[in-house]
């Protein structure tokens, strides 16, 4: 790494952080560049990272009289264009316009032209979601003590060394995720101080590098004098990558211990991307910061506009393609793009104001063209050219006919004997991922260098890490661990992962039948797809103010994408696991942990199975959350049904596939998509239909609320009403749809199974509004619909198996 990049990005990460000491009860009245200097000189006394945090300011900068290389003019300029504006404005001095109290703001308040006024409490990250809310009469001033008291903590065990740059992000991430950039009250403080910092890091760094790579080392001249001419300058390069064949590498699978398989599968990919970036990074010397954003098989990264750093990005990517190939065959590719820009274009202060959106644009171009021109000729060749087992053995989970071993489940390829015998070890909370040169202990998997060299992957206990750091060191290239921060580990990066999984007594990932055996009434489990609607438009064009009096397009900026898109990223990788681990919805099933496995969360979608009734409980959950979470700006639509243990995880995937298209699909009075189509496809007239697809209110307050609650009152108390009665309303419901003579049939069913004279007065009653509110819904054709629904449900809910085959 080259010394100034690691020195720019720490003191980028560390500029701000005497805002801390300004706005806490220990009131700094100085500056907070000033403050901020004496407060990390406790931990450093290294004068290239100190003049950063001392001057970063217009006016402190010009009259400083540093040397014309100094570090300081790098974070200068990185600091405007993150705010995309030259601040003359100091925080801490006594500045008129500032609040010391004002609170961070929802990065979700302008999104998709809302205008909300939502704000964050000031905390740390932590397993419960702080949801932003209106908040009257708080004074943040000892949770930023409580801050400040942590960050000090954290950096103890922080050296100000390149291996610790990563454990310096995560400490801030940790603690100003939900503290305001800016109090200054003309802005919008929409910014948290972690993703401003952040950002000015990843700036910095690719500019130290595009000047090193130019000979440019009058930092004065390049980037204080001549600063509006650096602003046109197209000194960035932003690249992205996507995974391609994500459900044939998870799904493609026997279904005898699949669950394993999945879980480990899934986990796999998001390390293998992990993993791609930190070598690109490395490769082009750079730290994390640089990363935007990864999740869901995808990741941007910003890059330096060098031949350097866009060559090494396009090896990496073609090196991990090839080795990809060898071990996996044509199962993954990853497609890539990059597109230059400028400081102005990632400010939207060009004279075409669709700049911005079009660098994202042109980059889901060039990865489609990859996608669609992904082998050369000797790659065909090669993919062509496998090795055949001598006695026509395959492995019988993923079909390979080599590196085969023989098992207790039978003949195995050695990955796929790995992906089973590391999943135990996945689930542990206290379990670290450690990448090295060679295998150094316990079951391994491929990951590869962006020169194409093998490396491995081993998940271990923290101990187990902590021996082999003290011995063979030279051995380990990276340390991941999960959801939490270890500071204390050089090399180590921390990485959100929805980790929730159910065990059983052994210590193990519940089975698929464990987990129907845990359902309540038919044994099934569920599947759960979902993902958030219309988040490509989000990104390209969610903070355009279509109404806005002038200059629509003032907040698209780089620092909102890489907010918005963190934020997603913790919703569905961390306070996921909260979500599970302490359901709330319980007309299904009880409140509390839940009974599933989290086969995949990315950044914007998810993979749930588990006991059918409590995924289902679970949807709710989580849809209520993201609603509160994201103010209503963004919704979630998903596919839900239920299978038997031992049914093809293939089909599992599709058919759930099938029903989650159907709900992006769905058109109701509240617009389209924002829905979830559950129970399967029926064949309707000759086609394959999804008949129990809502939007999400109609299904919680009327399928659910309203008709499964009215069964409720009297199926659950009355001994008289079994689910043969259910079953014969259900038929004529769905008769009624085609001849409603069936609608007077069910009116002659209802009056025949009134109660009788000797019933006490509260049955007949809740009978008799039973009784007249189903005979009503069934006139409706959307209400007979919901109540269809619900009576599935319910019978599922209340049914022994004997019961599921005599009625299948």
Not at 282 to 290: E, V
Not at 455 to 483: M, T, W
Not at 559 to 578: D, G, H, M, Q, V
Not at 721 to 731: M, P, R
Request: aromatic share 10%; glycine share 6%; charged share 25%.
């Amino acid at each position: 790494m080259h010394d100034k990049v690691k020195n720019v990005v720490i003191g980028g990460l560390l500029h701000d952080v005497g805002k801390v000491l300004h706005r806490g009860t220990r009131i700094d009245g100085r500056a907070h560049s000033h403050s901020g200097r004496e407060w990390i000189r406790e931990y450093t006394d290294d004068n290239r990272i100190l003049d950063c945090i001392a001057y970063h300011h217009h006016q402190e900068i010009e009259g400083a009289g540093l040397e014309r290389n100094n570090l300081a003019y790098v974070v200068y300029i990185a600091d405007n264009i993150a705010a995309g504006v030259d601040r003359r404005e100091i925080e801490g001095e006594g500045s008129r316009g500032f609040d010391r109290n004002r609170h961070q703001e929802s990065i979700y308040n302008l999104l998709n032209n809302s205008n909300a006024k939502a704000v964050y409490k000031i905390a740390a990250i932590s397993k419960k979601i702080n949801y932003p809310q209106d908040i009257a009469g708080y004074n943040p001033e000892s949770d930023y003590n409580d801050i400040y008291f942590g960050i000090s903590e954290g950096l103890r065990g922080i050296n100000f060394q390149g291996e610790y740059v990563n454990s310096l992000l995560e400490l801030l991430e940790a603690y100003l995720s939900y503290i305001p950039s800016s109090t200054y009250q003309r802005e919008v403080s929409d910014i948290s101080l972690f993703d401003h910092s952040k950002i000015i890091a990843a700036l910095a760094s690719s500019i130290v590098l595009y000047l090193i790579a130019h000979n440019r080392n009058d930092y004065n001249l390049e980037l204080f004098r001549n600063r509006h001419s650096f602003y046109k300058e197209k000194a960035f390069c932003l690249f992205s990558c996507d995974i391609s064949g994500v459900q044939q590498f998870i799904y493609t699978i026997s279904s005898k211990g699949a669950l394993k398989g999945l879980r480990s599968r899934s986990f796999y990919l998001e390390l293998l991307l992990e993993n791609l970036v930190d070598e690109i990074l490395s490769a082009s010397s750079l730290y994390r910061s640089n990363l935007l954003y990864t999740g869901g098989g995808h990741a941007y990264i910003l890059l330096p506009n060098t031949y350097e750093a866009i060559q090494k990005a396009g090896e990496a990517v073609k090196n991990t393609n090839n080795r990809l190939m060898e071990v996996f065959g044509a199962r993954l590719f990853i497609a890539y793009g990059l597109q230059e820009c400028s400081a102005n274009e990632l400010m939207s202060k060009t004279d075409n104001p669709e700049d911005y959106s079009n660098i994202f644009r042109s980059l889901a171009a060039q990865v489609s063209m990859r996608k669609l021109q992904r082998y050369s000729a000797a790659d065909l060749r090669q993919l062509n050219h496998s090795d055949t087992d001598r006695e026509g053995r395959e492995c019988r989970v993923c079909g390979v006919s080599s590196g085969l071993e023989e098992r207790q489940e039978g003949t195995i390829c050695h990955n796929c004997a790995a992906f089973t015998d590391i999943s135990p070890i996945l689930i542990k909370p206290d379990s670290v991922f450690v990448v090295s040169r060679e295998e150094i202990k316990g079951t391994s998997l491929p990951l590869f260098s962006a020169q194409g060299e093998d490396l491995k992957f081993s998940a271990l206990k923290v101990e187990e890490v902590k021996e082999i750091l003290k011995k063979d060191n030279d051995k380990v290239l990276r340390i991941y661990s999960k959801n939490t921060y270890r500071t204390g580990f050089s090399l180590a990066t921390k990485l959100w992962l929805g980790d929730y999984a159910l065990s059983n007594q052994d210590g193990d990932i519940k089975t698929f039948a464990e987990l129907a055996e845990s359902s309540r009434g038919i044994g099934r489990i569920g599947v759960l797809r979902a993902d958030v609607d219309n988040m490509g438009a989000a990104f390209v064009s969610g903070f355009v103010r279509e109404n806005a009096a002038e200059n629509k397009y003032r907040y698209i900026t780089l620092s909102r994408t890489a907010t918005l898109s963190r934020s997603l990223s913790i919703f569905f990788k961390y306070y996921l696991n909260e979500l599970l681990a302490n359901g709330e919805f319980n007309l299904l099933a009880p409140a509390g942990q839940r009974n599933i496995v989290v086969v995949y969360a990315g950044g914007d979608d998810l993979f749930l199975v588990g006991a059918w009734n409590e995924v289902l409980c679970a949807a709710i959950d989580i849809r209520r959350a993201f609603s509160s979470y994201t103010g209503n700006t963004l919704t979630i639509s998903a596919g839900f049904a239920l299978f038997e243990p031992g049914y093809p995880i293939a089909r599992m995937a599709a058919e759930t596939a099938e029903l989650e298209n159907s709900a992006k699909h769905n058109q109701h009075q509240g617009g389209t998509k924002n829905s979830i189509s559950l129970l399967g496809m029926e064949v309707i007239d000759g086609k394959l239909q999804a008949q129990h697809t809502y939007d999400w209110d109609s299904f919680e307050n009327k399928v659910l609320g309203e008709k499964y609650a009215i069964l409720m009152s009297i199926f659950s108390k009355a001994e008289d009403y079994g689910n043969s009665f259910l079953y014969n309303i259900l038929d004529l419901l769905r008769q009624a749809e085609s001849d409603s003579i069936n609608i007077a049939r069910l009116a002659y069913l209802l009056a025949r199974r009134e109660p009788g004279k000797n019933t006490a007065d509260e049955t007949k009653k809740s009978y008799s509004i039973f009784a007249q509110n189903v005979y009503q819904w069934a006139l409706n054709p959307e209400d007979r619909r919901q109540l269809i629904t619900a009576i599935i449900i319910y019978t599922y809910n209340n049914r022994d198996e004997k019961e599921v085959r005599r009625n299948e």
